[in-house]
């Protein structure tokens, strides 16, 4: 990334630092600074503008990208050639803040408060300072990022209107009473009880487990019609793959419409995850442009209706 200049810019109640631009084949990278009062801050994020956005007018689809507990930059260099090489999605604005190993939560002790942060400062700072078309936002996000992604996804549906989560750190139980620990030996007490309270509060886990919300809110996720990618590979190391399943069991009990793969042989790091991510990224694609309805299709479901109800079935 080329380093061209350094620009400062502040409003009323916010500051916003512009410390480095790149240019990239089809776009601009930014890395910006936003100050917070909700988090130690403040807290850098990186933005991804489409080509032409500088001497254009139009209105882009919002994209928050969300890292996993490793660092804040590997997702977005991942990320940068996938979009380049995929026309669609080169035409949004990507957004991916650095949040350290916080799980993009509130924390029980409201010393930190990711998710408030980022939904009620990060993305109406984005939407007033970028052109953001009025749609709902993506979510997308790997490993811890996919925790946070599914958490926010399904916890506000009117904000997220899509969740891509690939390999998504999250126990398969609705309870923390239920949780094994071959599902959580990688987080020591310590670093729980931090996020979720001293001594573990199980109940303030439970409403911010997703599959605890996809159970409990089912309704108004299904009536919301957010569209879900969810993901992990059969071998992961951490076992995540369990947890993945068991989310989609879930979503599933509960009438809720999502796209679920098992990727089978990967692993939570490895030549697997470029792949997988061009694959989520692939299905936001299909959400932003999708294909026109095809006569054969139509053709086929009328067929099958009639035969139907011949059989009786009113379903």
Not at 131 to 152: E, F, N, Q, T
Not at 235 to 240: A, I, K, P, Q, S
Request: proline share 7%; net charge neutral; charged share 20%.
């Amino acid at each position: 990334m080329v380093h061209v200049g350094v620009v400062e810019q502040r409003r009323p109640g916010l500051m916003t630092e512009q410390l480095a631009i790149g240019r990239l084949a089809t776009g601009r990278l930014a890395t910006e600074r936003l100050a917070t009062g909700l988090v130690p801050g403040p807290v850098d994020f990186q933005v991804l503008l489409p080509d032409g956005y500088a001497s254009g007018t139009e209105a882009y689809p919002l994209l928050l990208c969300l890292h996993g507990g490793l660092g804040g930059q590997d997702l977005m260099q991942q990320l940068c050639p996938l979009v380049q090489e995929m026309g669609t999605l080169a035409g949004m604005v990507i957004v991916a803040p650095r949040a350290g190993h916080s799980f993009y939560l509130d924390y029980r002790d409201g010393s930190q408060r990711w998710e408030t942060f980022l939904v009620v400062e990060l993305l109406p700072h984005i939407r007033s300072r970028y052109r953001i078309c009025p749609d709902r936002s993506l979510v997308a996000g790997i490993s811890m990022g996919g925790m946070g992604a599914l958490r926010l996804g399904l916890k506000y549906p009117d904000v997220f209107g899509a969740i891509v989560a690939w390999e998504p750190s999250i126990e398969p139980a609705l309870t923390w009473a239920d949780v094994k620990l071959e599902d959580r030996f990688w987080r020591s007490d310590e670093m729980l009880q931090v996020r979720f309270g001293q001594p573990l509060d199980e109940a303030y886990w439970a409403v911010n487990n997703p599959a605890s919300l996809a159970a409990t809110q089912a309704e108004a996720i299904r009536s919301s019609g957010i569209r879900i990618y969810l993901e992990a590979g059969s071998d992961d190391v951490y076992g995540l793959h369990r947890g993945a399943e068991f989310l989609h069991r879930t979503l599933y009990d509960h009438g809720i419409p999502h796209e679920y793969r098992t990727v089978l042989g990967a692993d939570h790091i490895g030549p697997t995850i470029v792949p997988r991510l061009r694959d989520g990224l692939a299905f936001i694609a299909r959400l932003l442009c999708p294909d026109p309805p095809d006569p054969k299709v139509r053709l086929l479901r009328d067929l099958v209706a009639v035969q139907k109800r011949r059989a009786g079935i009113t379903s």
